[in-house]
Nanobody, 126 residues
Framework: QVQLVEPGGGSVQAGGPLRLSCAAT????????MGWFRQAPGNAREGVGV????????TYADSVRGRFTISQDNAKNTLYLQINSLHSEDTAMYYC???????????????????WGQGTQVTVSS
């Protein structure tokens, strides 16, 4: 129904910037909430931030607020995650996700999202 494709993240140096992209295809008109999550080996998947696609308003986890910015280009059906000042602790597999109901954006909870990208590895070198 909805397919999410994430180009590769890659390895970057600590302190540097990085932008991740997530291109959505299919029934994108129904994706009222989208988000970014990340998961490091041995750790649980944690929410990074979410965006109400209609309004463009965003919510971020405390750990990334001020460094991470979620944006969207509706004409291209693409979601972005701009990361500034990368930390080694940011190393993880990053996933974009979509939900068909707005309330999914009320909490950074992976179970609320049912369409997922394949994930892209971000490795931060210290």
């Amino acid at each position: 129904q909805v397919q999410l494709v994430e180009p590769g993240g890659g390895s970057v140096q600590a302190g540097g910037p990085l932008r991740l992209s997530c291109a959505a295809t299919g029934y994108t008109w129904s994706t009222f909430c989208m988000g970014w999550f990340r998961q490091a080996p041995g750790n649980a998947r944690e929410g990074v931030g979410v965006i109400y696609t209609g309004e463009g308003s965003t919510t971020y986890a405390d750990s990334v607020r001020g460094r991470f910015t979620i944006s969207q280009d509706n004409a291209k059906n693409t979601l972005y995650l701009q990361i500034n000042s990368l930390h080694s602790e940011d190393t993880a597999m990053y996933y974009c996700a979509a939900a068909t109901y707005r309330d999914a954006c009320s909490r950074l909870e992976a179970s609320r999202f049912h369409f997922w990208g394949q994930g892209t590895q971000v490795t931060v070198s210290s």
